[in-house]
């Protein structure tokens, strides 16, 4: 059951690769999502056995990321015929193939309980879509890739190490080395405490710089402007969250070795400065996709900084893990649309997307406000969650730097945001620029600001009890 | 005998950062690979088909399908020989040697297990992380680069060998697999950049920026 997950997408990758009609073949995305999101729901539903003496086990955080992705692919492949329709130009047998095998790679980085399984499956992730990133071919999509390729695997291979150093940890106490989770956690409170340190910072390095906290996320910007707008919405929902995952399941064993209060320190420290990085590039912004790249590294920054306070602001992170993937949706690929549209990503091009077209342009300006936390949407929510659990721990400087910088993110998105949706469009083809928003191009961004506004309003019990459970990092030894 | 080759992993590591010629670097790398893959078979405890098939398999991936790929794309490129260093190559043996010595002196005072009390495997596993490291900043060709995550790798490769029971055979062969693609993909986009810009500098690479 938990291997399909893993294996039917990859079998639907095989397909895409041989399927002859450059047609018909992007229609296998749609195909693969739905499929994909049925296997979810059942491994959901019927909860599978361990599989490979636990190497592959479906916990509480991996059906809340798992259940998630389902989500995000399902809508992102609805969209993926309709964009590939009107990019008939180029060749799309790699990037189909490739958008399958990311798929089948990411469900199985979250069900892996063993380090370097998990590892492997993160770099298999890094691989596929890399080519997806080129899609758009020219100098700097080239550029992009080989920085996205360069950085992450450096990163990686850290991380790789530190995952080594974990194993070593457990080898220095005389007792047998072992990668998987159940036994690290286990053993949590007799590991070596110097390697254990050690394995953190470049466990907490490599994957960070998958995550895309600054000042690991060079490769961000560059990546998320040149890709199409499909696959920014897939690495910034998906990938970096699986990445966050990793982390997340190091932290559990830290937390039973007795050292959480070390590591949340650096995460608190980590979270602010990312948002501030973020914060600084945003402002006076003139090439939209990399803003969106910007806000990437803002929320992965909420993200370990929730994790880092503790107490119910891991709750209010879990929850904004879901509630900023959506509103990527929503964002980048209305961005995709406007992009298309004025066959320019830089405001010098760009001006009037309200007038010129108009669904696409409403998503953009709702998906700002949500994503910078204005009420009544999701991340409102989250961040103010955790932002509650800072003030009743006394947390009183974060609470002060967290509120400025986020005024700060909402004063420089805006500005470039306003500045894509208002005025006059430019002298360009009207008919040709409007045929970019079709049904299949404007529903599932559409579907995405629903989701997200209903998440805003109302926390469904199962999910909310599921989060809670999952928000259970905490070992005591 | 397993000492002997880790110095000469070391000494690799320097021979990788001292030559001006691209394809003695590439060979150097291969070398480097080689070494690896018989030390794996001598540090195992107990011989097996599965360890026999580790060890092929990294000798085969790192010491001849991955210098191949890069001589190839060497060729092909026609690209100039020369390493063309960021910084001389006195500074980057100079500086290859600071990092050896910080490696043994940082390991010295990380606790060991006791079979690893006087081993070199640790040390020489983060002096070749470092050396690693040192080629991937420091040289501007982009085919040099992959080189430098190469010996990084082959650097991280060294401490798993410390914690043979920890990796399973197929996760093993998954990291190996993994590394095969990644220079795979690395091989086709050096030759888009080669033919885009007419040259591998990674200079040129940089169009992108605030």
Known sequence: ?477 | MAASILVIVLLLNFFVLGTSRLRTVINASAAQGVALGVLALLVHPRIDVETVLVAVGATGIKGLVIPWMLHRAMRDAAIRREVEPLIGFVPSLLLCAVGTGAALVFSSTLPLAPQHQGSLLVPASLATVLTGFLVLTTRRKAINQVVGYLVLENGIYIMGLTLLEAMPFLVEIGVLLDLFVAIFVMGIILNQINREFGSMDTARLSALKE
Request: a positive charge; aromatic letters at 10%; glycine letters at 10%.
């Open chain 1, 1 to 477: 059951m938990l291997l399909a997950l893993v294996l039917v997408p990859l079998s639907l990758a095989a397909v895409a690769f041989v399927i002859p009609s450059e047609r018909l073949r992007p229609w296998l995305l749609p195909l693969g999502g739905i499929v994909h999101a049925g296997l979810t729901a059942l491994a959901i539903a019927l909860p599978a056995p361990s599989m490979f003496n636990g190497y592959l086990v479906l916990d509480s955080l991996g059906t809340l990321v798992l259940g998630f992705t389902g989500v995000l692919f399902f809508l992102c492949f609805l969209y993926a015929p309709g964009y590939l329709k009107q990019r008939a130009e180029r060749p799309n047998r790699i990037f189909v193939a490739c958008l399958l095998a990311f798929v089948g790679t990411t469900s199985l980085i979250l069900l892996s309980h063993h380090l370097g399984l998990m590892w492997v499956a993160l770099e298999a992730t890094t691989l596929s879509s890399a080519p997806l990133l080129y899609f758009n071919r020219g100098p700097r999509s080239l550029e992009a890739v080989w920085k996205y390729l360069l950085v992450g695997s450096v990163g990686i291979a850290l991380a790789l190490l530190g995952s080594l150093f974990l194993a070593y940890s457990a080898l220095h106490a005389q007792l047998p080395p072992s990668l998987l989770l159940e036994d690290l956690v286990r053993d949590g409170p007799a590991l070596s405490k110097p390697w254990l340190h050690a394995a953190f910072v470049l466990l907490f390095v490599g994957y960070g710089t998958k995550m895309g906290l600054a000042p690991m996320h060079t490769w961000k910007p560059d990546a998320y402007g040149e890709a199409p707008g499909l696959v920014g919405a897939l690495l910034a929902g998906g990938l970096t969250n699986c990445a966050f995952l990793a982390i997340l399941r190091f932290f559990r064993i830290l937390s039973a070795a007795g050292e959480a209060s070390f590591a949340r320190e650096v995460m608190v420290a980590a979270g602010l400065f990312s948002i501030a990085v973020a914060g600084v590039f945003m402002a006076r912004q003139r090439d939209y996709k990399r803003m969106l790249a910007y806000s990437s590294v803002e929320h992965m920054g909420i993200l370990v900084l929730g994790v880092g306070l503790g107490g119910n602001a891991v709750f209010g992170s879990l929850l904004h893990l879901i509630n900023n993937g959506l509103t990527k949706g929503v964002l980048f690929l209305s961005a995709a649309n406007i992009h298309r549209a004025f066959a320019s990503k830089t405001l010098e091009g760009t001006t009037g997307a309200m007038r010129l077209v108009p669904a696409s342009g409403a998503l953009f300006l709702l998906g700002f406000f949500a994503i910078t936390g204005s009420p009544p949407f999701g991340p409102f929510v989250s961040e103010f969650t955790i932002l509650g659990a800072a003030v009743s721990a006394g947390r009183y400087v974060v609470v002060g730097l967290f509120l400025l910088l986020l005024v700060v993110v909402f004063m420089g998105m805006g500005a470039t945001v306003l500045a894509v949706v208002q005025g006059t469009p430019p002298a360009i083809d009207e008919s040709a620029a409007r045929r970019t928003e079709t049904f299949l191009t404007v529903a599932p961004a559409a579907a995405f600001l629903i989701l997200v506004l209903c998440l805003g309003l109302y926390l469904p019990p199962p999910l909310e009890a599921l989060i809670r459970k999952a928000a259970l990092l905490e070992v005591t030894p």
